[in-house]
Each structure stands twice: as structure tokens, then as C-alpha cells.
């Protein structure tokens, strides 16, 4: 009776014991007659180096046995046992080089052995980047390709293993991340590529740190402008914002309206009737109010009366009758249908009801213009300044302004791109973290088919793509990974779904099987067999810190991140993120409401605090 067993070839797949006896007697032989012939080889070689001529003694037992090897040889002892010495550390040396390369060997269901290597993503490469850069942006075509520092080439993703490069994007790549929670999305991804950007920065987030980690350094870059409207950093107003402002057609007013429709939208039908309708009615009042001058504090005045005839005048005093027409046929329908699509407007947009929150998006009071002044994002889009956007998740945050915030700049971008030839130099980054809970603009997947040959480089970062379904529904997410040209899958991903479509769109491989049978008749034979090149139970225990990046036209690559506590500047970092969480602290304990236009951070410091004086550079700048 015969037994098969099977097992892939690789260091770990040993040998059954039947085999490995006689191969272990012919490597005693071999061995032992490799030993005699390099004790003779050494014979004549020392005797050469004794001047006596290339001569072997005759090689037999005698030689060694009669206790005279000086004379058998013609050559010192000490000679002899020197070049023994040295031609055995040589023999040692020549074993284990040959041995760690056979175990460095990928065993064949390695899914290394399938990963890209640095000559597969050569672009992404420190040399590839630089040389994308120099295309890219007309200002680095002169600049010697060894002197672009990374930041000015690319947002680096990480350090390609096992002994690879960094690899970093292009500044026409446009990234997709999906991290979950503490695998370093903020400390690897994030803040990294804010400090070195050497464009405009929009960074968005629900948390401050990536604001206290950052902020004092890209002082160096311009401007530091903090939108805060929910005290998430307690951070005094410097400056407001008009929503309204540049609205004129109807689909201006239509991008507006559709960025509060999402927090309603999300987890619906993207045709829901009530959605739909309560965008429409949002459309109209905020054309109404930007028309007419008007603020978003009265769109929600508007919102609170399903009677008002101020809007309908309006439109129509502005030459838009047909939308006046269609407000008024809303107005006058069924009083059910009509309260209905009234209050979905309402729900979509009750951030407009917090006080708090409207001192962010409405004029100032005269005296305050001067240390309040008014957001630009034309003049932001063209310069190297950053923007900060920080807003809680759920009902009645300010997520809706956030992305309208965001939206508004990547089309002021858009315009500075134009007037660039087409590409902004430097690019314009759009850092958006959290961006399925705070940035839900609804035509990103969209957008991101053409933003990045304008220099508008989104990284919309996501835990997980259940997130940027119930977003964008499914169809606009698959949307979203298409158009990606590179995709960050980091560690943490707990779905089951998303772990098995990973795997499967990362393929399949060759993996060598040998089956042998024992019996009468022995025999051992290899085939191949498919295999996934990492199956699901391996993508979701990803080690923390390691990512799997896909590169459009490239095979997968596995990389190591590189948090900026492991940088050369960490302790500067470190001492900017000390200092910018005690002026936290020091805010939350000593400011009264959350808006007030306040600054808490210069000399109002108490002494036990131990945050440094800080000195206001210009308005909207962070302390210095």
C-alpha cells in the first residue's frame, strides 16, 4: 500500500526521510574527496609561495599518514597550515554566502516572489519622481535631478520591501487610502505629506492632531489659516468665510446645495424623491440669497418659512424665473409634500442653526473686519499656505461646509490652472482625512478623473470601502478606485468583503507542489497549481505600519511606512506637537464659548501652562 503527501518547494520543504539517506551518503562522499583535493591544492600552493616550483606531492595516504608533512609537500609547516587556514575560511565564507542566498530564496508560495520590485515601479522611484517633477513643474526643468529634495517631487508612501527604495507618488498621481484607525495613516501618510508639500495644503480631519503636528512647521510655507467652527482645537476665529460667495448661475448655487444634501443622502437611494427635492429647494434659496447679497443665516431663515415670497422675488428680480417659477410651485403644492421636502432641506442643512458655527460663515461685526478678515480662496489656491478644516461627524455638524469649503477651493484651483497652462505649479494638495465622515463632495469620484493633470492632488483617506459606499453609493466608489492611479491599502481592514476583493484583484500565481509516493515503487513528481498571491486571512492581518500599494500599470508592491517620529526631525516635531497640545489645554480651560474671537495664546498664558508667548504675524496665522 502506497501513501502520497504534497507540500509547496521552498527552505521549508524538506525532504521525506526515505529520500534523504542516500543523498545524505553521496554528499559524504563528494565532501570527502572535495576535502583531499583542497589539502593537495594547498600543498602546492604553499610550496609555490616557497619558491619551490608547482609541484604536487603524489596524492595518496602515505603523503599524510608518515607524519612528514613539511617534507611530503616541500613547504614549512607554518606555510602549509596558513594557506590551509586561509583556503578553509574561504571554503566557510563561499558556503554560507551560497546558503543565505538559498534561504533569503522566496519559497515558491511566497507572495514576495510576486510583488513588484523597484525596476516594476521604476517611476515611483526616488530617481522616477524626480524625473516626473522636472516635467511636471516648468520651475524644477533646471534644477539638477540630485538637488529636488522628496517633497518637491512626490508625496512618498513608504519604503518598498523586503530591501527596496521609497516610493513616493507623482504630482499628477491622485491616491486613494484605505487605513484603518492607529495603522498610521496620520503619522505615516498624512502628516508627512503636509510638511513636505511645497504647494497650498487643504488638510481636513475630526481629531486635532494632525493639526498640532504640523501647523508650526508649514508656518515656513505662508499663511496658516485654522477653520474650527466646533472648537475641536478650541482655536479663536481669525477669519470667516462666505459660502456664497462667486455664486451667480444656478450651477454654482446646485454645488452648494448638494454638498448639505449628502447628510441626508448618505445610506439612500441616490434617486430618493425627498433628497432630490430638497436639493432643488436648497438650490433655489441659496441662489436667492448670494443674488440678492444676502447671507447663509438668511437661507435658513428662508428654510424655517415655506411661505416666504423673498426668495421667489428675488430670482425673479434677477432674471432666473424659471427657478422662481419652480419655488413657487413647491410653495403652493399639497401642504404635506410641501412641509416634507422643507424639513429634509432643514435636516440637510441644521448646522445653519448653530451660532457657533454661523460666526465662521457670516460678515463680522465692523469692528472686528480688520483682525477677521475675509477668506480668499482664489488668492489661497495660488499660493503655499494651508488650510485647515476641522469638524465633528453627524447631525448638525459643520461636515456640510467642510466640503463645500474643500469643493470651493479645488475649483478656485481649477481656475488657477487654467490660467497656468493647464497644471498649477506647485500643485495644490488636498490632504482629505476622515473625508467619508467630514468631506462628502458629492461628484469626487468624478473629480478625480481630471484633477490630477491639473496639479490638484486629492488623498482621500477612508477606513474602509463600506465608508465611501454608503457615501457615493457603490457604483460612484468603484468610480473613486478606478480613476485612482494609486491605491494605499493599510493595515486594520476588518471586513471580510473588502479583505476577499483585495485578494482577488490582486491575483493569482504558480506555486510548485511536490507529491512523492512510498511504496514498492517510489517515485516524486512536480505541477503547478494556482494560488492566490495573498489570500484574505493575510490582507486583513497586514503588520501595523506595512501597506500594499497598487500603482496603476504596476504590479503590487508591499511597503514599509515611515511615521515622522522615526525622521531626522522628529524632535523638532516633537517639540512643535508639546507645545501646540499645552496651548490646547490652555484654551479649553480658558476660553468661554467656543467662537469667541479671542486670543488665548499670547501673553494670557498662566504661568503653570508652560506654553511659550506667542506672536500674531498676520490674521488667520497660527502662533508663532
Known sequence: MSRHHGHPLGPRAGLPPEAATPLLIVGLIWGGAALVGLVWLGGAVARWLAGRGWQVAPMDLDTLADGHLARNFGAPMWLLITVWAVMGLVVVAVVTVIAAKRAARPRSDD????????ADLARLTPQ???EAAATLRPSMANTPRKRLAAGECGITLGRLLPKGPVLASTWEDVVLAIMAPRAGKTTALAVPMVLDAPGAVVATSNKSDLLATTATARLAHGRVWVFDPQAIAVFPQRFWWNPLAGIATVPDANRL?????????????????WVSAAEDLLTALILAAAVSGRSMATVYEWLNDSGRSAPRNELERHGFTAVATALSGRQSGAVETREGIYETARTAAQCLRDPQIMAWITPPQESDEDDCPLFEPDAFADSSETL??????????????VAAFVDRVIRAGTRCA??????MDPPLLLCLDECANIVKISDLPDLYSHLGSRGIIPVTILQSAEQGERVWGREGFATLWSAATIKVIGAGIDSAKMAEDISKLIG??????RSSSHGRDS?????LRQQRIIPADRVRALPKGQALVLSTGA?????QGLPWYDSERASQISADLAAAHAAIRHRARTTGAPGNKIDLTDSAADADSQEPSHVETAPGVVPT
Open 111 to 118: 507572495p514576495m516572489r510576486s510583488m513588484a520590485t523597484a
Open 128 to 130: 522616477g519622481v524626480a
Open 257 to 273: 446645495a448638494k454638498q448639505f444634501a449628502q447628510e441626508v443622502r448618505s445610506g439612500t437611494s441616490q434617486s430618493d424623491f
Open 388 to 401: 485647515y478644516l476641522l469638524s465633528k461627524e453627524g447631525g448638525g455638524s459643520a461636515a456640510p461646509l
Open 418 to 423: 487654467e490660467q497656468a497652462a493647464g497644471r
Open 508 to 513: 493569482d500565481h504558480d506555486v510548485a507542489v
Open 523 to 527: 517515485t516524486t513528481s512536480t505541477s
Open 555 to 559: 504590479r503590487l508592491a508591499l511597503v
